[in-house]
Every structure is written in C-alpha cells, then in structure tokens.
C-alpha cells in the first residue's frame, strides 16, 4: 500500500512537472459558454479561463490569447485593449454551426490585430504558439554611429530600418550601391544587432580571390583533393556556422561557383571539394555589388535563379553625395577615429570646413572622405585646427574647382580677418597680452584710435567673447580643446564664460 501511494503522489509530481512545462493559453469567453472542452485542451496547454462577458488582460506570460466569437462585432474594450499586448497571437473560435463568415464580420474582427480564426471543437489548437517579436523604434543618431554609421538623414534611416528588420530575421540580404558607399559597413552592423552577434562574420571579397580557387575558399575540400591539399579545409561557409558571412561583389563570382552558391542557398548545407557527406550549416547570407545584377542576368553572366535567392531583401545605400548634410558628422566621426589611430592629439575641424565638404561630388562616397580626413590629419603636424586649406587637394580632381571655392563663403580663420601675428596657440594666453595684441591688430594700428577714445575693457571683453565663442564652435563645444586651443587652463575657460555670461547647458561634451 505504501508503494502505492507512493508510486502515485510521484506521478502526480512528473503530471504537474510536465505542465508546467506547457504554453500557456488564456481562453477569454466573452460569457459564452465552453462545454467543458478546456478539460480536453489541458494536456497540450495550461489554460486560464476568463468567463466574463467584458475582456480581461490576459497574463504577462501568455503564449496564445483565444477569444470566443458569437457576436457582430467585437466589443470595443476588446479593441482597445488589443493595443496593449503588441504582438501576442489571438486565435478567434467559433462555433461548427455558425455558418460561415460575412465579410463585414471579417473586416469588424480583424481590428484587434494579427488573428487567427478556428472551429471551437474538442481537438486542442496547435502548440508551438509564440509571442512575435516587439516593434522597435528605429535606430537613434547616436546609436547607428555606434554601429559604424551616421543616420541622420531621411535615406539612411530607411537603410537602418531596412537592416534593422532583416536583423531579426535569417532572410538573405542584397546590398546594393557605388563602391564607397559603406555596403561592408551595413552588413557588419545587420550582424551586431542579430541574434546571432556573438558568432562569427566573415567577409570575403569574390574579386580579390582567383577564379580557380573561388569554389575552395568559399566551400572548403577534402585531403588529396586536389594537388597540395595535404589536410581538409573547412571553407568560408563553414567558418561563419552559426554567424554571419558577407560576399563582396558578388557579380564577379565564376558560374561554376554560382551552381554551388544556390546550393547552399537552397539546401543549407556545403559539400567541400573532394567528396565526402554535406556538412548542414547555419549561417546568414549577406551579399553585396556595385553593379546592375539584373543586366548580369540579362547578359547570360549571372543565373538568374541565384538573382532571385540572393534578392530576397534588396538594401539600396544612396551615393554620399545624395546625403550632403551628413558629410559633416561623417567627417568628425574620421577625424576622431583616424587620430585615435595614428595616435595623435584629436583634431577639431575650423567651421569653414563643412561647407567645402558639402559641395564636393565625392565620386568615392564614404571611403574617399575617410581618405581625404585621414591626410588632411597627417600632413598637418601639430596644428590642433584643420582649416579649408588642408581639404585643397580635393579641388584637383573637380571640374571647375576654382569656381566651386569662389561660391563658398569666406573661411577666415579668426575674427573677419586673419593676422599672421596671431597663430592657433598663441590666443588668451594668461596675461592677456597676446589677446590685446590681436585686438589692436584687427582694429588696426594705435593711430586708429577714435578721436574721443574708447573703452578698452569692453573691447577686450567683446574681443574675448569672439574668441571664446569662436573657440568653442571650432571645437564643437568641447571645452577641453577650446582651452587648449586658445592656450588657456580649462577652469580659466570657464571662468571667462561665466564672467562674459556665455551660456553653458552642462550638456556632456563630445569625446
């Protein structure tokens, strides 16, 4: 007997073990009755019943919301409420003899959101129920630049939405655009906000690789497969198991490999040169070109049946120069990352920059303003400013340079003109002599003083402030440079600001 009953309460514990276990359904009645028939769901869902005629909220933890139907028309406290459980799957029954549905009575249900319908019957409803995935708002500024991109723009933010949702997925992705675009830099960052960022990405440029060892590099070989294969190789698909691998240039990928690229495609599986068992993989496909894939189909040199598995999620990258107004961001994003680099001071770029940037074609987007930062940098030793002067190089190339520079506004470098005797470190030093010496070369020589004199410390004051704010709009607000810029200890910076009633928000400063 004590076997018994042991053998018994131990079975009841695996029962309850075994449920807790179960998706959790929650069956809102909407005071129609339920026959019993919860009874005969419970071995496949742990159910909540909620039998009154308005709506509740079903729990937190809910996997499937099901809602009995017997009206027109949902009541409205059931449509307002569907707003606060996003994404959760409903599943709607209705009774065998309820004939079948109106298309109004379709339209009124389907304002509660993604539904199902079902035939409430003694058959339970499919398992395996999940709550999709949340909507997200879309990337902020400072966000995508921690990705590696600037999204400030009304065309890149499409881009960051386009990734961001193919993120989320498994979807092969087709990234398109002029060489310089950034296409790399999308494709590393669909893979840092994946579920699959702790793995591994891995890029290969289809171009930079020989046309005969194409198909080994990407699919990998056995021993003795070929002359000077002495060990198995697992290939580059095989290296981003469980990651992400991004194709480069796709376009330029032999037909031979083209075959076994669909393959693995279609199949999820590699099978290396030499023989032996296909190897399944788990792996997101990222492809890109700078080149019309579609007139490749129409020329005979690209299939078109792996055009259509690549296309699956099209990302077009807009040319820098369709995005003017984030040259400027890009290039402090450069400058900063550049010195980091090389080990240098960061630099600060004097305002008068910005225009010359903007108005330039760059007929090698992105990568060619990184390249022209990354100069600038270098050929300017220890100067702490780069001014429009440094960018010069650039008007080489441009047709009609000289006419471009003539249509910007005057960059001086500071105050209206722009005095050899005064340099980038020899501003406000303590005493305030260098300043005053700035003064009175600006204003003039000595003989220029008005008749009935002035007075000498507003001007300097006015002067200061200039400098001052000047300092900071090079600087972009970074008060540590500004210092340094006008030689200046940084809490005799911030005293002048208070004493010249410079506003100052405390907002932190950019690194």
Partial sequence: MTNYVFSVIHSEKRLLVALSNLPRLHWSTLGEPTSGIEHRWSSQWEITLDRNAAPALPPTDTDLWA???????PPYALIRMSGEVAALPILLLRRPNAGPLAVDFHSAWSAIGSLRWGILSEDPPLPGLRPAAQGRP????????????????????????????????KATVMLTGESGTGKEVVAKAIHRMSADADGPF????????????????????????????????????????????????????????????????????????GGGSPIKIDVRVVVATNQDLWKKVQDGSFREDLFYRLDVIPISLPPLRDRREEVPFLAQHFLNRKAREHGLYPKALHPSVDPLLMALPWQGNVRQLENAIERAIVLSATRAVLTRDDFNFLL???????????????????????????????IGAGSGLELKGAIYSSYGSLSDLPPDGLDLNQVVAEMEKKYLLQALSITRGNKKRAAELLNLKRTTLLEKLKRLDIQDEEAPEPE
């Avoid at 630049?145 to 933010?157: N, R, Y």
């Avoid at 690789?209 to 198995?232: H, M, Q, W």
């Avoid at 198991?241 to 693995?264: C, K, N, W, Y």
């Avoid at 003539?406 to 005064?422: K, M």
């Fill in 202 to 273: 891995v890029p290969v440029h289809c171009g930079a690789i020989p046309e005969n060892l194409v198909e080994s590099e990407l699919f990998g070989y056995t021993k003795g497969a070929f002359t000077d294969a002495r060990k198995d190789t697992p290939g580059k698909f095989r290296e981003a198991h469980e990651g992400t691998i991004f194709l480069d240039e796709v376009a330029t990928m032999p037909v031979s490999a083209q075959v076994r690229l669909l393959r693995v495609l279609q199949e999820r599986e590699v099978q290396p040169l």
């Fill in 396 to 426: 080489d190339r441009v047709p009609e340079g000289e006419a471009l520079v003539s249509s910007l506004p005057p960059a001086p470098l500071f105050g209206d003109t722009a005095p050899s005797s005064v340099s980038a470190a020899g």
């Fill in 138 to 169: 879309p990337l902020t500024a400072s966000q995508a630049l921690g990705l590696g991109m600037v999204g400030i723009g009304s065309a890149m933010q499409a881009v960051l939405a386009k990734a961001r949702a193919a993120a989320a997925t």
């Fill in 67 to 73: 809602i009995s139907v017997g009206t027109q028309e």
